[in-house]
């Protein structure tokens, strides 16, 4: 039974929130303080954390800095705010997904149940001995997840991994934007582009020399991008 921890002050959404997933077979425990769910998320075993922003004591882009920091544990953000900077924030951040409040809790349920399972598979599942890319100093060992540039090691997110191995899996293809959030989230793409365009720029800043001449992730303007292997 996979366990999620939610940090969340306000009690009534909390509870909400805890009711539909046990609903749906998952074991939730709440926090309503962010210095304690930093705490619980830093030294418990968690499958799933879904995170408010706005928290006493600690908020929520602090608990998701420290998480990513040891762990790759797929984390939803949620929030009162709708601006598109703490959506991009939060994503830099290393979070997986964001849902602004009000928000249907079964859509929260749906969404959670795709990075479950997402997260399961890629990293859960046994893959090939040595399944590793290489191109022009780029390493991706897939078996590990793990990253070099020129034999020094990058850390990555789930999602960043995730979205870099694809791309170098399907060279000098260009994809959408939607058509990568589909893939690399499970999910149709619902004005969410901004994930993407932020996991690329995160992904820029650990394998390019130069962000603004980049080597390997090229921007196909007016269409999306490509990863080029030569």
């Known amino acids: 039974m996979?366990?999620?921890?939610?940090v969340e002050d306000e009690e009534s959404i909390a509870e909400l929130e805890k009711d539909y997933l046990e609903l749906s077979g998952f074991e939730v425990e709440i926090e309503n303080s962010g210095d304690r769910?930093?705490?619980r998320a830093l030294k418990e075993e968690f499958d799933m954390f879904?995170?408010?922003?706005?928290?006493?004591?600690?908020?929520?882009?602090?608990?998701?800095?420290s998480i990513r920091e040891i762990k790759n544990t797929p984390i939803l953000m949620i929030s009162a705010k709708k601006d598109d900077i703490d959506k991009i924030?939060?994503?830099?951040?290393?979070?997986d997904d964001y849902m602004t409040k009000p928000f249907s809790p079964s859509e929260m349920v749906a969404r959670v149940k795709a990075h479950l399972a997402r997260y399961d598979r890629l990293v859960g599942a046994g893959q090939p001995e040595n399944d590793i890319i290489e191109i022009r100093g780029l390493k991706i060992d897939k078996t590990a997840r793990r990253v070099y540039v020129n034999g020094e090691e990058k850390t990555f997110t789930t999602k960043e991994f995730d979205l870099l191995t694809f791309l170098a899996e399907n060279p000098n293809h260009v994809y959408t934007k939607d058509e990568l959030f589909r893939e690399i989230w499970d999910m149709e793409s619902v004005g969410d582009i901004a994930t993407v365009t932020v996991h690329i720029k995160k992904i820029r800043e650990?394998?390019?020399?130069?962000?603004?001449?980049?080597q390997y992730i090229e921007t196909i303007w007016g269409v999306g991008y490509r990863f080029k292997v030569s």
């Not at 996979?2 to 939610?6: A, D, K, T």
């Not at 922003?53 to 998701?64: A, H, K, Q, S, Y």
């Open 206 to 214: 650990k394998i390019e020399l130069s962000t603004a001449k980049p």
């Open 50 to 65: 879904i995170l408010d922003l706005m928290l006493p004591e600690v908020d929520g882009f602090e608990i998701c800095k």
């Open 2 to 6: 996979s366990r999620i921890l939610i």
């Open 89 to 95: 924030r939060g994503l830099g951040l290393g979070a």
């Open 37 to 39: 769910g930093l705490e």
